[in-house]
């Protein structure tokens, strides 16, 4: 199995592109997340899916929209790209059992990652 | 204020050291709580779950939880260089928020031999 994967590694935009992130799993997990990390902030949440057919904000959604294409696949756009969404963004996925697991475990895996860098 | 603090190091230690990790948090929500570890490079991977207030041991890591104080720790004993990495602590709450973690800032560890 391998997990989780992105493409691209990495990708250097101008001011003004857009792109899309590419995001697959093949766990057969229901949850789908997109996080960015930048220095000495963590991880963000940008926007997650909890199962497939839906989608939802996270903390930091503005400039970003998501699709939940099926079950293993969930891509991150940046219509109109900008030097403060240079970060590396990440990728993770979860069974998702919820709240009425009684507390078990609920790991999320994440992926390699994308650096992307917005002149 | 950040919903969960964390001091972001950098921190070094000798090799055999006990190594201590510590995160505030805000939000009396939290109710699940995670330690991550990160290479260089690489995404987080999940070191240790904890859902209720107390001690959880895997091996040389000991995860604490003190609800009442909203703070929780990470103790590693006999660190080694491979402990090298960033620590982060995460952190949900349960209802409609379970499965949206909020993250520490990260801690930058590195054992040296």
């Known amino acids: 199995n391998a997990g989780v994967t992105q493409t691209p590694k990495f990708q250097v935009l101008k001011t003004g592109q857009s792109m899309t992130l590419q995001c697959a799993q093949d766990m057969n997990h229901n949850s789908m997340y997109w996080y960015r990390q930048d220095p000495g902030m963590g991880l963000r949440l940008i926007y997650y899916?909890?199962?497939?057919?839906?989608?939802d904000k996270g903390e930091v959604p503005n400039g970003y929209n998501v699709s939940r294409l099926n079950k293993r696949e969930f891509s991150l756009r940046l219509e109109s790209a900008a030097p403060s969404q240079t970060s590396v963004y990440f990728c993770?996925?979860?069974?998702?059992?919820?709240?009425?697991?009684?507390?078990?475990?609920?790991?999320?895996?994440f992926g390699p990652g994308t650096r992307l860098t917005v002149l | 204020q950040k919903e969960v603090e964390q001091d972001p190091g950098p921190l070094s230690v000798p090799e055999g050291a006990i190594v201590s990790l510590n995160c505030t948090y805000s939000?009396?929500?939290?109710?699940?709580f995670m330690w991550y570890r990160q290479y260089s490079r690489k995404g987080p991977e999940l070191l240790m779950y904890?859902?209720?207030?107390g001690n959880k041991e895997d091996g040389r890591f000991t995860a604490q939880v003190d609800k009442s104080s909203k703070y929780i720790s990470l103790f590693i004993r006999d660190s080694q260089p491979s402990d090298s990495a960033t620590y982060l602590c995460a952190m949900m709450a349960g209802g409609t928020s379970y499965g949206k973690l909020t993250f520490g800032q990260g801690t930058i560890l590195t054992v040296h031999p």
């Open positions: 939000n009396s929500a939290f109710q699940y």
């Open positions: 899916s909890a199962s497939e057919g839906t989608t």
């Open positions: 904890t859902y209720s207030s």
């Open positions: 993770a996925s979860s069974e998702y059992r919820g709240p009425i697991s009684g507390g078990a475990r609920d790991e999320q895996f």
